[in-house]
């Protein structure tokens, strides 16, 4: 019964949802972890011929993301998520909603907006 009571006391979880430091700002969204199992997500505003360039970089885990507009199908959706980089490009004015989604993951991840015309 004591056990039972510890075990209890002590938690049987993965513990912390987010540990690790994040940043938001008109030039992107950033993120370093130890620990990531929610979602964290942000708004950017893009500008037509803007880029979002993406680099996902993990040593445990895996993450899903998706980069949309309000009331659009995503222009990238991706499950199950390990180690990639690369550039989006906007096609259309608007704010942007990124959405990051962590199952034990342990890294970082950066949308990082270059204007257009500065690739």
Excluded: W
């Excluded at 510890?6 to 987010?18: E, Y």
Aim: glycine share 12%; charged share 20%.
């Amino acid at each position: 019964m004591l056990a039972a009571m510890l075990f209890l006391l002590t938690g049987c979880g993965t513990g912390s949802a987010f540990d690790g430091s994040r940043v938001s700002d008109a030039f992107g969204f950033r993120m370093e972890y130890s620990i990531l199992n929610r979602e964290e997500s942000a708004d950017l505003n893009l500008t037509e011929g803007d880029h979002l360039q993406v680099s996902l970089s993990h040593t445990e885990g895996t993450v899903d993301m998706t980069v949309s507009m309000e009331g659009q199908e995503p222009i990238y959706r991706g499950n199950g998520q390990q180690n990639t980089e690369f550039v989006l490009e906007i096609a259309e004015t608007g704010n942007y909603h990124i959405s990051v989604s962590g199952h034990q993951a342990k890294g970082n991840i950066a949308f990082i907006r270059i204007l257009g015309g500065q690739e």
